[in-house]
């Protein structure tokens, strides 16, 4: 059984593969009808969720798929938050390395070899993140999701006193390196139950009200 399983695996990947490589292939192709679909853009998240004079804290959930964030919500709604939830139309090809850095502020979005530039800059860290976005607005700051959970009160809040915040939060996304399957099912639920804690706190401990959660990509579940 084993065997057979790793055999349907490979298949399966061959075929997902394939069916992968004509979509983009469509997409090249029909590029005009792709782009004037009246959902918004990923690269212009800022632009359009973003205004300069309110504070907030944007969580990045790494590999968030849209029916785990329903989830979320209805997690939420047990503290009585007022949440609403909406799509975008996410960047090709749907990769880390590229959909993620387009959720930052920017004016300028472009390939050099491998690596996405925003803004003519390699932001391979979280530390050029943050020099990045004070570009845009002055003392914001980038940080781990481990990095402000372990943090003290104090220092949490002092963290969440600055204009714009993101938190980079990748739970899912590396259980689905993992060899199991299972791995990221139970990965799920537990972005669920930390997304809602830190939400919680953000709320309730660290005097944020205004807090966006979105993600770079899904995944497929094989």
């Not at 390939?111 to 050029?128: A, H, R, S, W």
């Not at 002055?138 to 104090?154: D, K, L, P, T």
């Not at 390196?177 to 537990?190: D, G, L, N, W, Y």
Request: charged share 25%.
């Amino acid at each position: 059984l084993g065997n057979a399983k790793r055999n349907l695996d490979r298949e399966y990947a061959r075929i997902s593969n394939v069916l992968n490589l004509e979509w983009l292939t469509c997409i090249n192709e029909r590029e005009e009808l792709f782009a004037a679909l009246s959902v918004p853009k990923q690269e212009d998240f800022c632009a359009e969720t973003m205004d300069t004079a309110t504070k907030k804290v944007v969580i990045v959930s790494d590999a968030l798929r849209f029916e785990v964030a329903k989830e979320l919500m209805q997690e939420l709604s047990k503290e009585k938050n007022m949440a609403s939830i909406s799509a975008m139309r996410a960047m090709l090809p749907t990769e880390t390395k590229f959909c993620k850095l387009a959720l930052l502020p920017h004016h300028s979005l472009e390939l050099q070899g491998t690596e996405m530039l925003v803004d003519g800059q390699v932001l391979n860290t979280i530390e050029k993140r943050t020099v990045h976005l004070q570009k845009y607005r002055e003392e914001a700051m980038c940080v781990n999701y481990e990095e402000i959970m372990n943090a003290s009160q104090q220092t949490a809040r002092e963290i969440c006193k600055r204009p714009l915040v993101y938190i980079f939060h990748n739970t899912i996304d590396e259980a689905s390196h993992s060899q199991s399957p299972f791995e990221v099912i139970r990965a799920c639920r537990t972005a669920i139950e930390q997304l809602a804690v830190l939400v919680k706190r953000l709320h309730a401990s660290w005097n944020v009200s205004n807090v966006i959660i979105t993600s770079d990509h899904g995944f497929v579940y094989n």
